[in-house]
């Protein structure tokens, strides 16, 4: 299939037909790339994930057509448009048309608006759900009652990032672990705060990220929405073990999400997952050549340990 | 016009300038270009190491402090050892011949612009010999990470980064002085703003935004250092500071700062695709104008850098607004370029094989661009490998191509002589493929979760981390034909004519290499606008006259 555009400035038919085919393909090509752009993405374990997905999915689709378009007149100038041999000649001289220019400065300005209009509904929604909203002031009745638990009934869940590692605090089980359980579909406040250094908390399941900032203590809600094992990652640069401060992420039915904080409250409180703190350990030992670090935290004292070398759904 | 003023009857001067306190930017521009591609290996080389990291899950290449120093001075020598100072050299040997100025507005100033290259330089490389190791927090250098001092010495890696990077910021800020004044007020008679190359109009538009942004940086880079030696607490939280803050004054300068890379590729994708397109630049006054509105935008996106650090609601929305509206002054060039190349003659040189495949390239980035600007998006995949595929295919498959087409179309004009087709194109290919491998593999491990900056990584991402590795080796290799084809060329190449390309401009009525005051007194004075291709009518008075005297001395030349 070739398009065949016009050569001169009136269009036959047979190049419009042409052209309207290769159009139409293109936005075939389109929506198909929309439809595997899901494909890329973890399993969607959120509330989040299908709204940040579909949104993905809509801006590959029209990505691809405005990447395929430009490609088209590349690849038709290239294979049409050629020099011949040794004609050394200038072109038509055509230096312009304003209504072409009024044309693609118009059309980007309405589709980057309607994306950006598109996004926007998207963050409020996600805002009501939990997750965008983080940083607020804090009202008086909070002062009161420390959670905003009267918006949402939230299990509270205190995260402490390190470096290098996490530890997750059950206020309400009286509960440390540092593996990170939740209830599924189920709201749950996280309060966020870090002990050195920035890092931030990120669990692509749930296509959800935050920073973690030393100093302020940050409110953040998300609902999960499948049961399943997943990664947490530290997503803002700690320092050496950066790469090596991740910990799991249980979502469990309610029913298992009790019995595992009363049974964890039993445990007495041992060390938790540290990478950081084995290899350093190590490092005495190792030959290898290394730079100064600073010396990780000692692992947390928590009930449970947890594991972070299961396998896991993303 | 007489044949005195050509240098054909000068005697040659000595390769040996090239190593003294120059005031001639033809000389300066070389220097910066050379000097610049020295630490385009270093930082190659670097890149080549994380590569070689990144080809297995485990950290096992090199020690995690080692990778982290590493990473980050790849980043650090990238941006502020090569793609800066090589686009500074672009300006020195361009802006001059292009507009018909003997030499820049302040040469000593300019000079010294440059010599602080090389001494911000070592002192970046000398980083890696203290006690230590160099720094290790990313070309971000964000706080509290960044002023932790492990060993508590007065002199650290990180001390010798900033003091770099503040010194490369005052470099900068010279540099951008000279720029802009000598483009203002220094252009040869009958060149008023709309008989000015595109290219003017991007390092004019690039420079400003060094000046209104540089501040910002080096006095946060100041104030970072006066936390990291002198104890204060502007941005660590045990002492009363704010960490965010820093990322304000970072990135308020750091966003411009990819525009002041962009902007001039713009301009060279501009001065190109006219040249072997065989036609005028579509919409000219469009594309030159479009660098403004670039620059006025530019400097109210730096946010989108932050939308997970905790800024509120309204900003995230405000700054995804902004952000988005860049993508029309920037869509308007693409579409001109499009209009250049359609029912044009094309030829596949090689600077025209490096234009198509950065503009291919930069059409892809901004696709991924527009992704990264939606807030809910970047939410998932900002810190992650998507981030540093888009960032790689701007300033790599869309700058840094651009560069090389800059480079291989204006050899002849400053060397005298003319660089090898054969290799030109082989190291076309081998970049571009290159480039690919190596980039795209990067958004899909993004999407699926993989931060960036980590020395290990869960096996899930190996298959895409492999093929990246293979394609950065790839990329390593393509620099071999390139150096082979400058030194060869440079050295015994075939004399270059005053214009090969016949191309159209100031530069190209001067003789190859120009003589060291370019028109001398008697500048040009220029009657109609540039890119005339295919209308016949001069660029400027006695165009035929100049023309004439310049084949005359090259038949003299040649038969010497």
Do not use: C
């Given at each position: 299939m070739t398009?065949?555009?016009?050569?001169?400035?009136?269009?036959?038919?047979?190049?419009?037909v042409a052209l309207a085919a290769w159009v139409a393909l293109l936005v075939v090509l389109s929506v198909w790339m929309g439809q595997q752009a899901y494909r890329w993405l973890p399993?969607?374990?959120?509330?989040?994930?299908?709204?940040?997905?579909?949104?993905?999915?809509?801006?590959?689709?029209?990505g691809t057509f405005v990447f395929g378009g430009v490609v088209s007149v590349m690849a038709w100038v290239l294979l049409m448009h050629r020099a011949d041999k040794y004609d050394e000649s200038d072109a038509e001289p055509i230096e312009g048309n304003t209504r072409l220019e009024v044309i693609w400065t118009a059309i980007p300005l309405v589709l980057?608006?309607?994306?950006?209009?598109?996004?926007?509904?998207?963050?409020?929604?996600?805002?009501?759900?939990?997750?965008?909203?983080?940083?607020?002031?804090?009202?008086?009745v909070e002062d009161a009652g420390g959670y905003p638990g009267d918006r949402l009934p939230a299990e509270q869940v205190e995260v402490i990032?390190?470096?290098?590692?996490?530890?997750?605090?059950?206020?309400?089980?009286?509960?440390?672990?540092?593996?990170?359980?939740?209830?599924?579909?189920?709201?749950?406040?996280?309060?966020?705060?870090?002990?050195?250094?920035?890092?931030?908390?990120?669990?692509?399941?749930?296509?959800?990220?935050?920073?973690?900032?030393?100093?302020?203590?940050?409110?953040?809600?998300?609902?999960?929405?499948?049961e399943g094992r997943y990664r947490l990652r530290d997503s803002q640069f700690s320092g050496t073990w950066f790469a090596a401060n991740q910990a799991d992420v249980v979502v469990e039915s309610a029913a298992d999400h009790q019995a595992w904080l009363q049974a964890a409250a039993r445990q007495p409180l041992q060390s938790g997952i540290s990478d950081a703190s084995r290899e350093f350990a190590q490092r005495g030992q190792s030959t290898k050549a290394g730079w100064a670090t600073v010396p990780p935290a000692p692992p947390p004292q928590v009930n449970v340990p947890g594991s972070n070398t299961l396998p896991h759904d993303g | 016009m007489t044949l005195a003023t050509f240098p054909a009857s000068e005697p040659k001067p000595s390769w040996t300038r090239y190593f003294t306190f120059n005031t001639d930017a033809k000389v300066i521009?070389?220097?910066?270009?050379?000097?610049?591609?020295?630490?385009?290996?270093?930082?190659?080389?670097?890149?080549?190491?994380?590569?070689?990291?990144?080809i297995t899950p485990e950290a096992d290449l090199v020690d995690r402090t080692v990778y982290n120093g590493i990473y980050t001075m790849h980043?650090?020598?990238?941006?502020?050892?090569?793609?800066?100072?090589?686009?500074?050299?672009?300006?020195?040997?361009?802006?001059?011949?292009?507009?018909?100025?003997?030499?820049?507005?302040?040469?000593?100033?300019?000079?010294?612009?440059?010599?602080?290259?090389?001494?911000?330089?070592?002192?970046?490389?000398?980083?890696?010999?203290?006690?230590?190791?160099?720094a290790y927090s990313g070309w971000w250098s964000y706080p509290p990470v960044s002023i932790q001092n492990p060993l508590g010495h007065l002199v650290s890696g990180q001390g010798l980064w900033l003091t770099a990077v503040a010194l490369s910021g005052v470099s900068s800020i010279m540099g951008a002085v000279n720029f802009v004044t000598t483009i203002i007020r220094m252009r040869a008679p009958g060149m008023g703003w709309f008989r000015m190359p595109v290219f003017c109009w991007t390092a004019l538009a690039a420079q400003s935004l060094q000046l209104i942004g540089l501040p910002s940086l080096t006095g946060g880079a100041i104030m970072l250092l006066m936390d990291l030696v002198a104890g204060t607490s502007f941005y660590d939280p045990a002492g009363g500071g704010d960490p965010v803050l820093y990322q304000h004054f970072f990135w308020f300068y750091s966003h411009p700062a990819v525009y002041v890379i962009i902007l001039p590729v713009f301009g060279i994708f501009s001065e190109l695709f006219p040249v072997y397109s065989r036609k005028p630049l579509f919409g000219y006054v469009y594309v030159a104008v479009a660098s403004f509105i670039i620059v006025g935008l530019g400097l109210v996106?730096?946010?989108?850098?932050?939308f997970p650090s905790g800024v509120p609601e309204w900003m995230r929305n405000l700054f995804m607004f902004t952000t988005m509206l860049i993508a029309v002054p920037t869509g308007v060039k693409?579409?001109?370029?499009?209009?250049?190349?359609?029912r044009g003659k094309i030829r596949l040189t090689t600077p025209m094989l490096f234009c198509l495949g950065g503009l291919f390239n930069f059409v892809f980035a901004g696709v991924t661009g527009i992704m990264l600007a939606t807030v809910p998006i970047d939410i998932h995949v900002s810190n992650t490998y998507f981030v540093v595929g888009h960032f790689h295919y701007v300033i790599y498959g869309a700058a840094v191509l651009g560069i090389f087409a800059a480079i291989y179309h204006w050899f002849p004009k400053f060397t005298g002589r003319m660089p090898y087709e054969g290799l030109g194109k082989v190291h076309f290919l081998l970049t571009f493929v290159g480039a690919n491998l190596n980039f795209l593999p990067m958004h899909p491990l993004g999407l699926m979760g993989m931060p960036r900056r980590v020395s290990s990584y869960d096996p899930e991402f190996t298959f895409w981390n492999v093929i990246a590795s293979l394609g950065a080796f790839l990329l390593g290799v393509s620099v071999i034909p390139f150096l082979l084809n400058m030194v060869s060329s440079w050295v015994r190449g075939p004399r270059a004519t005053h214009n090969p390309w016949n191309a159209i401009g100031l530069e190209w009525l001067l003789p190859s290499p120009p003589a060291e005051d370019n028109f001398g007194e008697h500048v040009p004075v220029v009657l109609s606008r540039p890119y005339g291709y295919g209308s016949g009518e001069p660029l400027v008075e006695h165009q035929a006259e100049i023309e004439a005297a310049l084949i005359q001395a090259e038949q003299l030349e040649s038969a010497r």
């Open positions: 398009p065949s555009q016009a050569q001169g400035p009136r269009f036959s038919p047979l190049s419009v399993v969607q374990a959120s509330t989040a994930a299908p709204l940040v997905d579909g949104l993905f999915s809509f801006e590959t689709a029209v980057v608006m309607a994306i950006a209009v598109y996004a926007m509904r998207v963050n409020t929604t996600l805002g009501m759900l939990g997750p965008m909203e983080h940083i607020h002031l804090r009202s008086p990032a390190r470096q290098w590692s996490w530890e997750f605090r059950y206020p309400g089980a009286d509960v440390a672990a540092t593996e990170l359980h939740l209830a599924v579909n189920q709201p749950v406040t996280f309060r966020l705060v870090s002990d050195d250094v920035l890092h931030g908390i990120y669990i692509p399941a749930f296509r959800v990220k935050q920073d973690v900032i030393p100093g302020r203590a940050i409110d953040f809600n998300l609902t999960p929405t499948r | 521009g070389i220097q910066y270009i050379v000097l610049a591609f020295f630490f385009f290996l270093v930082g190659g080389l670097l890149a080549m190491i994380i590569r070689g990291e990144l980043g650090t020598v990238m941006l502020f050892l090569f793609v800066f100072p090589v686009l500074n050299g672009l300006n020195n040997l361009l802006i001059p011949t292009m507009i018909g100025a003997p030499d820049m507005a302040f040469p000593r100033l300019n000079a010294v612009a440059f010599w602080l290259v090389p001494i911000f330089g070592v002192l970046l490389m000398s980083s890696f010999f203290v006690p230590g190791g160099p996106v730096w946010v989108h850098h932050m693409v579409f001109a370029w499009l209009g250049t190349l359609w």
